[in-house]
């Protein structure tokens, strides 16, 4: 389904998370999860998980928009608009050397790594690392969603894209 064509206000509350953001202090919502082995044993792909969010994202327009300047300067918020260039691999990725097992310490130094990291402001606001083998035979997820364009719901909104029941 192709992207809106138009720009949209941020909310006043969206904007200040945009203003008091900091190195130190990050607005986004983070989260972890390690999941079961499927059935098959076969490992999740990243192509795979990327199919099924772009399959998706129609119900979640905002997760193809980024940020851009307010049409009057610095004296204005910036504005939601759509991504002409958006692309799926800048939002969901394996770590490198995925092909080896992670074990449960090196997930966790993942997970610190990139919810210390704040998000590139140029693209959506959200970026989902998966980790299709842990050393125990599970599944690692990292995720995250920037405040400013999702409130506390937004580990649930990130799921919808790509888990089923």
Not at 106 to 133: C, K, M
Request: charge should be neutral.
């Amino acid at each position: 389904m192709p992207a809106r064509a138009y720009a949209e206000n941020l909310s006043a509350i969206d904007a200040a998370f945009l203003r008091v953001e900091s190195e130190t202090a990050l607005m986004h919502i983070g989260w972890s999860a390690v999941f079961s082995a499927a059935p098959d044993g076969r490992p999740p792909t990243v192509s795979g998980l990327r199919a099924r969010a772009l399959a998706r994202l129609h119900w979640m327009p905002r997760f193809r928009q980024r940020l851009a300047g307010s049409p009057v300067g610095p004296l204005g918020d910036a504005r939601w608009v759509d991504d002409e260039r958006f692309d799926i691999a800048e939002h969901i990725l394996t770590p490198p050397g995925a092909d080896e097992p992670l074990s449960a310490e090196a997930f966790g130094r993942l997970r610190d790594r990139v919810l210390s990291q704040p998000l590139d402001r140029g693209r959506p606001l959200w970026q989902v690392v998966l980790v299709p083998r842990l050393e125990d035979g599970g599944i690692g997820v990292v995720g995250r969603v920037h405040h400013a364009m999702a409130d506390g719901t937004a580990a649930l909104l990130v799921a919808t894209l790509l888990l089923d029941r």
